[in-house]
């Protein structure tokens, strides 16, 4: 049995993965950010859950309680690119001290032990133009972006420098049931609601046109552990994406045709500041490795919509 | 007059940047680690002098003291690669966790206040041949050049996302009178033992032909004022070199002429860690603003020995 570290196990993509990994014979131990009583964090796949920061205080606490960790999913970090511009300094202390205190802490008590961290397409920002391969400049457009490149530079000079194995996933467009926020619980809310007055129009920030690569917390999850075993002192970069990119527009009418009704989406035609037109990832080598994503657009939009209508929709 | 911020004024440049600055109509303000009496800090040119780290507490303690800050230099940060190799952590808190307490306590309470940053060649790391340009390729070599490149990163996200004005100095080889390290330092150290014993010869690790790239400390401090009208919401860099490379052998054949006596050098032919081949700056920018050093080398080397004989030798 193995165990291992699932850091931001509370967050969206965290418990996707935790409960993946629980199935197979580990023990999955979370630290993050909230309270949690132990039925739910149980319920999430996680045996132990330490509320607090990633420092080494909590990381010795966690290998006092639990043993030698033998894995670590870092997924811990900011989560909002708005948030980011409101605050930069706790995306900066969420994203960058943060992966400090884990990466040192691997370095002097484990540093064999290997890291799979998470990161974003964010950091490739605005001027791109079709699939982005992992060594396209990085230009990126807001402080989140910024912070997450910063993430890789610091992993990658522990990698060079003390030898420890890492491998780096570039999240693009992530989605699926239970994230509360972003485009798709967006289209949900504002389906519900205008629906409730009788009105047929979602109305929508941006042109419409932006370009993204949506991929499903379920497939997300499984790529993290497929990039595992590639976790080395060469610290390799993955993008974490389908390869195909759908316009905002896009997803909108395949929503509408999911969600049902005569509804359709107006959009706003402003840009938004940290939001470039075109973020598709280059599939290259996910190829290599042999990941392909099993769940397309239009089932998990579904599977949105239904596990929406499913929950009470009053916290919209 | 103007209250100018100068962390890291203890340190080697630091003093020598807050003397220069004080010679004209300012208030000179320091801040770094370090106990400093009142006649030893007005001695660098300070009006005052906080001892601890840079924090929004500090900060806002020197902006009560004494009153709206006009323009910074921030200089404070890890200035040791081998020590950053020793305790990573360390450097990263002083350089970038740093940096990020100052450019959000400049966000949030003066963001028209102009920023140099301090940062190194060290960003530029192996693998370059000849001059380098300020928009080569990043490949630092150590956690120190890591830690400065992200260091740069925060500054340019600072900038692009919250319109601070920031110019940012790539340091290359300094050295100068009361540095107690380096080459130059440890010529003199040798030289005073190897005489002291008749013999000749000064012991050198590395292969003699490290091409570096050499500038006194005292025309970084103009330089530092000269890039100061720079500072905008572009982020722009300057190298801060000379562009003249000079092998290490070259330096200590220099050195020996100056000391006196019959002493030569022998290396070791071991190259070190962190330690870059060539770094010689390009200096295209430099003439652009109008700077040219006004030390050579053998003045300055000249300089060093006679401050170092008029010291008591004894700490080598």
Redesign the interface.
């Known amino acids: 049995m193995s165990t291992i570290l699932v850091t931001g196990a509370r967050g969206f993509i965290g418990r996707t993965l935790a409960v993946q990994l629980s199935r197979s014979d580990n023990a999955v131990v979370g630290i993050g950010h909230g309270s949690i009583s132990q039925p739910r964090y149980h319920s999430f796949g996680l045996t132990e859950w330490i509320n607090g920061e990633i420092d080494h205080a909590n990381l010795q606490l966690i290998q006092r309680r639990c043993g030698q960790i033998d894995s670590i999913f870092h997924l811990a970090g900011g989560s909002h690119v708005g948030r980011s511009?409101e605050n930069?300094?706790e995306d900066?202390l969420r994203t960058?001290?943060a992966a400090?205190q884990l990466l040192?802490w691997v370095?002097l008590t484990c540093p064999h032990v290997p890291i799979v961290i998470v990161s974003s397409a964010a950091v490739y920002g605005a001027g791109h133009i079709g699939p982005i391969a992992e060594d396209a400049r990085l230009n990126?457009?807001?402080?989140y972006g910024?912070?997450k490149?910063?993430l890789e530079?610091?992993a990658?000079?522990?990698c060079?420098?003390?030898g420890l194995r890492i491998a780096i996933c570039r999240l693009f467009s992530v989605y699926g049931e239970g994230l509360e926020k972003q485009l798709i619980y967006d289209l949900c809310c504002k389906a519900e609601t205008v629906q409730k007055n009788n009105l047929d129009t979602l109305a929508l920030g941006g042109t419409g046109n932006e370009l993204r690569d949506w991929i499903h917390v379920q497939d997300v999850a499984e790529l993290l552990q497929q990039i595992h075993p590639a976790c080395s002192e060469a610290c390799p970069i993955f993008n974490g994406g389908s390869g195909t990119g759908v316009s905002v527009s896009d997803v909108a009418s395949v929503f509408t045709k999911s969600w049902g009704g005569e509804l359709k989406a107006s959009f706003n035609q402003q840009q938004r500041?940290?939001d470039p037109k075109s973020l598709v990832a280059s599939t290259h080598r996910l190829k290599e490795i042999g990941f392909a994503p099993k769940i397309d657009l239009a089932s998990g939009i579904g599977r949105v919509i239904e596990s929406f209508r499913s929950k009470n929709a009053e916290s919209c």
Request: charged share 15%; hydrophobic share 35%; no cysteine.
């Open positions: 511009f930069p300094a900066f960058v001290v400090g040192e370095r990126p457009f807001s402080p910024t912070h490149a910063m530079s610091l990658k000079s522990y060079d420098n003390f500041s940290g």
